[in-house]
């Protein structure tokens, strides 16, 4: 179980992104995290792993506290969170194996690793992750030769290869267009049902929520707004996360 | 209430208290006007101006005069006005106006062409006079000594017009005179001969180190060549370390990075301020004269730039990559192998090309200190009087120097296409590459040698390097030699001026005829296009330090002779920079003027000028910056300006002020350096 509480992150530039959010996730559960943009949805995924230092608060992950870990401590914790991101952040004039088995780096000694050597399994790894997401025959193509939909299920398989217990996913379908959303959100579900990783998701539209979340919270300038089940966002609900003159869309 | 008072004293503020403070301390008015860049520019100006006036008249006598026993400059009359002008800007600052730039333009530039003309010591006069010299030394420059000719018991030299005599002899079947290649291309490019084994020798011809056996005696332009072979591989080694620890990003991330990152950037910042050459003369107190001295002379200069690129590359990569590989848990170098390297190999390669091409233009002119290569040879060559023998160097460089930069720039537009390729290797690309490895070894050997690298030498420094040290921790600042100093160094920023002044102006109507674009489609103009583009292409292979010897020829020893040489490099070098900026312009409002019914000259002012003013004013700012550090070595050549002082201060082991010229230097391009990146970030 994750226990966010009272999290607040002021930028040093005074920007006060989260201002004492406090939720909780249970283990197996697909999170849906709502709200405009700059509401903060990036911010927060980012202090679970400690991408970015929380200003205040605590993250109790099965009883660790993150906020407090240290140095290697916090490695540790990173390897078991997998983190896919909306810019895919793959690194493109490295091949799509290499970019695989980056996400294995947590797991290997430095010294190897530095010159590219890895264990058998892990290559056996790389290349049952790349099967998953449908990429085995692209495993020595350059990562910027292959499209959008295509980078990011790459980025889904270095999740993977970290045998993550939670997945931070940061708007993961919002460079795609809406046919590739769903492809990789089914991705996620799948994981999420079949392996029961746990799925932190910042989603845009309203509609994929319903779709592929089991709870959603919605955060405004920073503060948590709504704590639910998706089929409970109405419009009242809606009109007060997304403001008075949202238009609810949908899209396929 | 509170707006009628503050309305007074806008008014009392507006119509006198500016204009007053400009008057007395020039610019402080516009500072209080909420103009602090246009304040401080103005006071700068004024206080540089009046120096220069003054310091022009106690050494120079720059347009003296008595008024009733009273000796002063009239120079001071423009720089009045310009001072009058401030008092008028001030004012009408206040009234939401100023005063037109282009007039105190015009008024500060004539104070400071005024000077710089006295002081590079040009006399048009000689130009003319010495015409004869002129003629014969260009004559000389188009007639290398590469052949020589037979007759009467004696070898002459004898130029391009022999070689056709012996050509058309042989094709009319008729007996040709005796035309063979003179020993002085067996000096440029090597011959055979003997020389001294090295431990390559005894590997693989089984004799003793140092025995003299036939062999190929390497040219002087193979040396030269591998001096900028060896330099750039060592500086791209040593750089790539030294830019992780000057780039931010990386720093930032590590505990007390910041404070190195600071240490780092300054320390490459004051080794890149002093140009390879004056590296030369510390290094060969060092190791010695020789291409080993040349080596690292370049490698030192070449770590340093190369650093500063490589780290501003660093701090520009994409840190999406970054990012996730820290949400794996990798640790710090783990981010750096998978995140940041892959990212920053295509630029860092393509760096390292352009600075071996900017190493092989060093290399040829290194020899003028350290001893090894063409340098050195052009030095000797000159020395004798043998205008020939130096006629055939300069040639030579030109051709590998066009070259190397052809090789650079097509295999740096390849890197940069970084065109996505199969990362699988088949047999064919595996064979390739073992054979571009054995190659590359094969060459890294034979440069090592041609080299004389001799790493014992570093450890083992000449008698007097330790005094150099210290004499250069405790530099010379008594009154005497800094007056020296200084009015040499502003020989040489007034050499830089006049010379891009006056290179640009001549390349401005050569660089319309050398662009494709505007040449039109005619056969005529295709040939004027291919020979302007030639000869910029040429004239800009060749160091202005290599010029200089023709000049000095020409109109004399001193700084007319440099600063034209570096005019001649400026041309070229400005004249190519121009045809492709005006090559680069939008066709579009060509096209709508010449709609107009405007004629050409119509077209080019009101459709191309205002575009083309940009990358002009930053193309001349980087001119400047490259003629400023030129300027400081010319004088090895007899260019005059502060090489002239440094070579003697080190000649006759006056460390202590061989110490004050390196550091003024270092303070003077720096200020140069930052002066014009504010220029660059205002204007362009
Ligand atoms: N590095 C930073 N420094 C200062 N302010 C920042 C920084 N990163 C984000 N912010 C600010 O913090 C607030 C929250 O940003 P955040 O990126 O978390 O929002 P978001 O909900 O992810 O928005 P988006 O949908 O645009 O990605 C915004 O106001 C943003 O401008
Ligand atoms: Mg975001």
């Keep these: ?252 | 209430m509170t707006s009628t008072s503050k309305q007074k004293s806008n008014i009392m503020k507006s119509t006198l208290f500016a204009p007053l403070l400009s008057l007395i301390i020039p610019g402080s008015g516009q500072m209080a006007l909420k103009k602090p860049w246009r304040g401080f520019t103005v006071f700068i100006i004024t206080a540089v101006l009046a120096f220069l006036v003054e310091w022009g008249l106690k050494y120079y006598e720059i347009g003296k005069m008595t008024i009733g026993g009273w000796t002063t400059s009239w120079l001071w009359i423009p720089l009045i006005l310009f001072w009058l002008w401030n008092v008028l800007d001030a004012y009408l600052i206040s009234k939401q106006k100023t005063a037109p730039v282009i007039v105190a333009v015009i008024l500060a530039a004539t104070v400071l062409y005024l000077i710089a003309w006295i002081v590079t010591d040009i006399n048009l006069d000689r130009l003319v006079t010495r015409f004869d010299a002129a003629k014969t030394v260009a004559t000389k420059v188009v007639n290398p000594d590469y052949f020589q000719v037979y007759s009467n018991g004696e070898y002459k030299v004898c130029g391009w017009k022999c070689l056709w005599e012996y050509v058309s002899a042989k094709v009319k079947d008729e007996p040709a005179p005796l035309v063979s290649l003179s020993d002085n291309v067996g000096d440029i490019f090597g011959r055979k001969g003997t020389i001294t084994a090295t431990w390559w020798e005894k590997l693989t011809r089984g004799v003793q180190i140092g025995e003299r056996i036939p062999g190929f005696e390497t040219g002087k332009l193979i040396e030269t060549i591998a001096i900028g072979l060896m330099a750039t591989l060592f500086s791209t080694i040593f750089a790539i370390p030294i830019s992780f620890l000057a780039a931010h990003n990386i720093m930032s991330h590590v505990p007390g990075g910041k404070l190195i990152y600071y240490i780092v950037r300054t320390l490459l910042n004051i080794v890149r301020a002093v140009d390879t050459v004056v590296w030369g003369l510390l290094i060969i107190v060092w190791v010695g004269l020789g291409s080993f001295a040349g080596v690292i002379a370049l490698t030192i200069h070449s770590v340093a730039a190369l650093a500063k690129l490589y780290s501003e590359e660093i701090e520009h990569i994409d840190p999406g990559p970054v990012e996730a590989i820290e949400a794996t848990g990798g640790n710090f170098f783990q981010v750096i192998r998978y995140a940041v390297i892959p990212q920053i190999i295509p630029s860092f390669l393509s760096y390292t090309l352009l600075r071996w091409d900017i190493n092989m233009r060093s290399a040829t002119v290194i020899g003028f200190v350290a001893g090894g290569g063409i340098g050195f040879f052009v030095l000797e060559t000159i020395r004798v009087g043998g205008y020939q023998q130096y006629a055939a160097a300069l040639w030579a460089v030109a051709v590998v120097i066009i070259l190397v930069d052809l090789i650079s720039s097509k295999w740096r537009n390849r890197i940069l296409e970084d065109k996505p390729r199969a990362a699988q290797k088949t047999t064919w690309s595996k064979i390739r590459s073992l054979i571009y490895l054995i190659l590359g070894v094969a060459a890294f050997i034979y440069c090592w040698n041609v080299t004389s690298i001799n790493l014992k030498n570093l450890f083992n420094p000449g008698v007097t390097f330790g005094r150099l040290l210290k004499d250069f921790v405790s530099i010379d600042l008594s009154p005497s030699v800094l007056a020296g100093v200084t009015k040499q160094m502003i020989t040489t920023i007034m050499q830089a001026l006049m010379a891009t002044t006056l290179g640009a102006i001549v390349a401005l109507p050569f660089s319309f005829l050398a662009a494709k674009n505007l040449t039109g489609k005619s056969r005529f103009s295709a040939w004027i296009y291919v020979i302007t583009r030639g000869v910029f292409n040429v004239l800009r292979s060749i160091e202005a330090l290599l010029y200089v010897a023709i000049f000095v020829y020409w109109v004399g020893i001193g700084p007319f002779a440099g600063m034209l040489a570096l005019a001649i490099t400026t041309f070229a070098l400005i004249g190519k920079l121009f045809s492709e900026a005006i090559e680069n312009i939008d066709t579009g409002p060509i096209e709508a003027v010449t709609a107009t019914g405007a004629n050409k000259l119509q077209m080019i002012i009101y459709a191309i000028v205002p575009q083309i003013t940009p990358p002009f004013l930053s193309y001349l700012i980087y001119q400047w910056d490259i003629n400023i550090r030129m300027a400081t070595i010319i004088g090895f050549a007899g260019g005059g300006g502060i090489g002239l002082t440094l070579n003697n201060y080190f000649g006759s082991l006056q460390y202590h002020k061989a110490g004050t010229v390196v550091a003024i230097i270092v303070i003077v391009v720096a200020i140069l350096d930052f002066t014009s990146a504010k220029i660059r970030e205002k204007f362009v």
Excluded at chain 1, 138 to 152: E, F, M, N, T, Y
Excluded at chain 1, 227 to 243: H, R, T
């Design chain 1, 1 to 252: 179980m994750l226990i966010v509480k009272d999290l607040v992150k002021t930028y040093p530039n005074g920007t006060q992104a989260l201002k004492g959010v406090s939720f909780e996730v249970e283990e197996g559960e697909f999170l849906a995290v709502i709200g405009l943009s700059g509401s903060g949805k990036s911010t927060l995924l980012r202090c679970i792993n400690r991408l970015i230092e929380p200003t205040s608060g605590t993250i109790l992950w099965n009883d660790i506290d993150i906020t407090a870990a240290k140095g290697k401590e916090i490695r540790l914790i990173r390897r078991q969170i997998g983190m896919i991101f909306q810019q895919f952040n793959l690194v493109k004039r490295s091949s799509v194996n290499t970019n695989v088995l980056s996400g294995r780096l947590g797991y290997v000694p430095t010294f190897p690793s530095l010159l590219h050597s890895f264990s058998k399994a892990d290559h056996e790894r790389a290349r049952n992750n790349l099967a998953m997401v449908g990429l085995e025959d692209k495993a020595h193509v350059r990562a910027d030769s292959l499209s959008g939909g295509q980078q990011q299920r790459v980025g889904i398989a270095r999740a993977l290869m970290q045998e993550p217990k939670i997945i931070l996913a940061d708007e993961p379908v919002a460079s795609l267009d809406p046919v590739l959303a769903h492809s990789i959100l089914k991705y996620l579900e799948q994981l999420n049902k079949e392996r029961g990783i746990t799925v932190l998701c910042s989603l845009h539209f309203l509609d994929l929520v319903h779709r592929y979340a089991t709870r959603a919270i919605a955060l405004k300038d920073g503060q948590v707004v709504f704590k639910g089940l998706p089929s409970e966002i109405d419009d009242k609900q809606f009109k007060e996360i997304y403001g008075q003159d949202a238009e609810r869309i949908e899209i396929s």
